[in-house]
T-cell receptor
Framework: DGGITQSPKYLFRKEGQNVTLSCEQN?????MYWYRQDPGQGLRLIYY???????QKGDIAEGYSVSREKKESFPLTVTSAQKNPTAFYLC????????????????FGDGTRLSIL | QKEVEQNSGPLSVPEGAIASLNCTYS??????FFWYRQYSGKSPELIMS????GDKEDGRFTAQLNKASQYVSLLIRDSQPSDSATYLC??????????FGAGTQVVVTP
């Protein structure tokens, strides 16, 4: 089945440690996104990528890094510079049509819950 | 700063009644509007997309868009206990980015 796979489901980070969250999709989508969700809040965009080897910062990129070496994969690294990393992290993907004013829907993986040890 | 506003709720709805959810947005050039349902502890799932002014119906769900008033709504007819969830409004800009509201919690009571 086509879909978006995030791993791990739960992750614990120690002080000063970098951790990497995996996101893989087999939907042949060009665009991929990382969001952070805190309790009782909406989704906030961390990074997004519309094409391989290119990505842009979202609204809350500080303390995070990404890469997009393959169309199917968009891993997110939470660095030690992110002082409050405890949150629910969601990866999404969508079809991207450059020059179109109408966005295609984003589809989400099951998420990764990150906590501090 | 682009904003998407929703009433946080909870919105309590008797089983079988209509739930009405509202969303306003600040970016006048927005062209794409989406409603997602999120069960507690789960990821959002797409319910509806709407791009043009007016109503769009899909089963028990109707999305309504009024770009002049910068307002999009979702109606859930014949509400069921399985509709109890948080409903997120998302607005897309011309760069492929979405802004999400904080969500409205809906509780359907038997």
């Amino acid at each position: 089945d086509g879909g978006i796979t995030q791993s791990p489901k739960y992750l614990f980070r120690k002080e000063g440690q970098n951790v990497t969250l995996s996101c893989e999709q087999n939907l042949n989508h060009d665009a991929m996104y990382w969001y952070r969700q805190d309790p009782g809040q909406g989704l906030r965009l961390i990074y997004y990528s519309q094409i391989v080897n290119d990505f842009q910062k979202g609204d809350i990129a500080e303390g995070y890094s990404v890469s997009r070496e393959k169309k199917e994969s968009f891993p997110l690294t939470v660095t030690s510079a992110q002082k409050n990393p405890t949150a629910f992290y969601l990866c999404a993907s969508s079809i991207f049509s450059s020059g179109s004013n109408s966005n295609q829907p984003q589809h989400f993986g099951d998420g990764t819950r990150l906590s501090i040890l | 700063q682009k904003e998407v506003e929703q009433n946080s709720g909870p919105l309590s709805v008797p089983e079988g009644a209509i739930a009405s959810l509202n969303c306003t947005y600040s970016d006048r050039v927005s062209q794409s509007f989406f409603w997602y349902r999120q069960y507690s502890g789960k990821s959002p799932e797409l319910i509806m997309s709407i791009y043009s002014n007016g109503d769009k119906e899909d089963g028990r769900f109707t999305a309504q868009l009024n770009k002049a008033s910068q307002y999009v709504s979702l109606l859930i007819r014949d509400s069921q206990p399985s509709d109890s969830a948080t409903y997120l409004c998302a607005v897309g800009d011309s760069w492929g980015k979405f802004q999400f509201g904080a969500g409205t919690q809906v509780v359907v009571t038997p």
